[in-house]
C-alpha cells in the first residue's frame, strides 16, 4: 500500500483549506491532485470535506487511474489524469465548486470570454490587460470518462489555462502547486466579476 508523500498531502491539504475558505469548495465538492515525482499522481479520497481536509485524506493512484491503496478516488480523477496527459508541464490539478462558476455556466455558450481586466495577467502567458481569454465550457456528463475525452479535444484543439463544466464548476491547473492555486483563484476572481457585469446589465 503506498501513501502520498508528506510533502505533496501538505500541499494538497493546503489548497484545500485555502480554497475551501473562499467558498469554492462546498460541502465535500471539488478534488485536488499533484503529480508524484514517478508519475503517480496524489488526490483527494471520494467524499473528503476540503475544509478539513487531512494527509490521511490524501491518496495515491497511477497513471491509470489505479488505486495504489485500495481505496476510492475521487469519481473525477479521470478529468484530473487527462489534465497531466494534456499538458505535461502541469504538476497541479484543482477543482473547485463555485456560485459565480456554476451559475455563469448556465448563461453562456461554449466558451465564456474574459476580455479587458487586469486580472487576466495573473493566468501564465498573458502580459496584457488588453486581451480576452477564452474558458471552454462543456456540458456535464455522469460519464467521466466520455467527458475527459470531449475536454481533451477540446482543450488540444484551442489551450485554454482552465475550463469550467457546465452545472459543476471549474478546473485548472500549474506547473506548480502555487501556480494552479494562482490561476483557479484569478479564474474564480474574473468569473464571479463577470456575473456582476452580466447581472448589472440585465444579462443574469
Known amino acids: 500500500m503506498r501513501q502520498a508523500p ?10 484545500a483549506r485555502f480554497l475551501a475558505a473562499r467558498g469554492w469548495a462546498p460541502a465535500t465538492a471539488g478534488n485536488f491532485s499533484h503529480r508524484l515525482a514517478d508519475g503517480d499522481i496524489a488526490i483527494t479520497v471520494s467524499g473528503a470535506h476540503k475544509a478539513w ?13 489505479n488505486s495504489r491503496d485500495g481505496r476510492r478516488p475521487s469519481a473525477e480523477t479521470a478529468l ?12 497541479a490539478v484543482l477543482h473547485t465548486h463555485s456560485i459565480p462558476a456554476v451559475v455563469v455556466s ?14 487576466l495577467k495573473a493566468f501564465p502567458g498573458v502580459t496584457t490587460h488588453e ?8 456540458d456535464n456528463s455522469q460519464d467521466i470518462a466520455a467527458l475527459a475525452v470531449k475536454v481533451a479535444a477540446g482543450l488540444i484543439a484551442k489551450p485554454a489555462p482552465a475550463f469550467v463544466i457546465r452545472d459543476h464548476g471549474l478546473y485548472g491547473w500549474g506547473t506548480s502547486m502555487a501556480e494552479a492555486i494562482k490561476v483557479v483563484e484569478a479564474a474564480e476572481t474574473l468569473i464571479a466579476m463577470e456575473l456582476e457585469q452580466m447581472q448589472l446589465e440585465g444579462r443574469a
Open 131 to 138: 486581451t480576452a481569454v477564452e474558458l471552454p465550457v462543456f
Open 80 to 91: 484530473h489524469l487527462m489534465a497531466y496527459r494534456v499538458y505535461p508541464d502541469a504538476q
Open 53 to 65: 481536509l487531512t494527509p490521511e485524506e490524501v491518496m495515491v493512484v497511477d497513471a491509470e487511474g
Open 6 to 15: 508528506p510533502e505533496d498531502a501538505g500541499r494538497i491539504v493546503e489548497a
Open 106 to 119: 448556465r448563461r453562456v455558450g461554449e466558451r465564456l470570454r474574459l476580455a479587458g481586466y487586469e486580472l
